[in-house]
């Protein structure tokens, strides 16, 4: 596939998706460092900016060395600077099984926007066609409605539930598991 092909798959109509650089610690810092969205990543404490900018070091590598990829979203702008407003992630990259999980993080004054809709589409593009991947999947949380409806809209299927899974504000909630797997060409 030609570079411009590729530049292609990861820009939308309104967005793209770039891959991480390190001016984009402090994006990092403020996001991991959220306690409330702690629950959202199985995360526990806080990351030390050096932490984090030894992930960013190691982020340039490509998703086979790394069985990661972030790639940040940045609105498109009719000034120079495009505005970044969240992220979205490949993870346990699994390449022999041809599978990866999926998830995003929108900041809040963009949500329900459609950004989020718009950035899925676009990393579900690009996993299927440049990575050849067979399927993604995410794992949701039963409380998180705007998540469940995001993956639902874009093809993606709940396959299973861990019941009583995350603690979250003195209530368990069940933890849905959604999978995509990309259709079979004709």
């Not at 030390?48 to 070091?57: I, K």
């Not at 990393?123 to 409806?149: C, E, P, R, T, W």
Request: with cysteine.
């Amino acid at each position: 596939m030609e570079k411009s092909a590729f530049k292609e798959i990861l820009t939308g109509p309104r967005l793209n998706l770039r891959a991480i650089e390190p001016e984009d610690i402090d994006w990092l810092f403020r996001w991991e460092n959220d306690a409330s969205l702690w629950h959202l990543g199985n995360t526990f404490s806080p990351f030390s900016r050096f932490v984090l900018e030894q992930y960013l070091l190691t982020a340039q590598n490509d998703i086979f060395t790394n069985k990661q990829l972030r790639l940040m979203i940045d609105l498109k702008s009719p000034a120079s600077e495009n505005e970044t407003i969240g992220s979205i992630d490949l993870f346990d990259f699994d390449p022999f099984h041809r599978r990866a999980g999926v998830g995003i993080l929108i900041i809040t004054p963009e949500r329900n926007k459609g950004y989020a809709s718009e950035s899925l589409e676009l990393v579900k593009n690009y996993a299927f066609s440049m990575l050849n991947l067979h399927q993604l999947y995410s794992n949701i949380g039963s409380n998180n409605q705007n998540s469940l409806d995001l993956f639902r809209k874009h093809g993606f299927e709940e396959c299973g539930r861990k019941k009583d899974w995350v603690w979250h504000d003195g209530i368990w909630h069940d933890e849905l598991i959604f999978q995509c797997i990309q259709p079979l060409a004709q």
